[in-house]
């Protein structure tokens, strides 16, 4: 069973800066793509960017390229979400997931995704 527990979500002024952790356990981490999606309330989930399993490529959606970066380090199982230049939009619960795919194309929509967390709130003030 894999389990993704992400951390790192807090309440910050706008223009400031937030890093995301996810970490893996029960899995064999360089298996899965990782990706970050996000939920603002009352809306759907959606893209944030995604990494590739070895973190040689990575994908991001155009309203956080520029951004936000996102990495990952297969010896300790977790990716990393790097947050600057934060805006009061970027308000939601931040999801880390995994996907056994390997096409790209994929990596953009959270149905292809196998497994998720739980989520953590991050919450950008004015």
């Known amino acids: 069973q894999v389990q993704l527990v992400e951390s790192g979500g807090e309440l910050v002024q706008a223009g400031g800066s937030l890093r995301l952790s996810c970490e893996a356990s029960?899995?064999?981490?360089?298996?899965?793509?990782m990706g970050w999606f996000r939920q603002a309330e009352g809306k759907g989930r959606e893209f944030v960017g995604a990494?590739?399993?070895?973190?040689?490529?990575?994908y991001y959606s155009d309203f956080v390229r520029g951004r936000f970066t996102i990495s990952r380090d297969n010896d300790e199982n977790t990716v990393f979400l790097q947050m600057n230049s934060l805006k009061p939009e970027d308000t939601a619960i931040y999801y880390c997931a995994g996907t056994v795919s390997i096409y790209s194309a994929d990596y953009y929509s959270p149905l292809n995704y196998n497994y998720w967390g739980q989520g953590t709130q991050v919450t950008i003030s004015s």
């Open positions: 990494v590739s399993r070895v973190g040689a490529n990575t």
């Open positions: 029960g899995t064999s981490f360089s298996r899965f793509a």
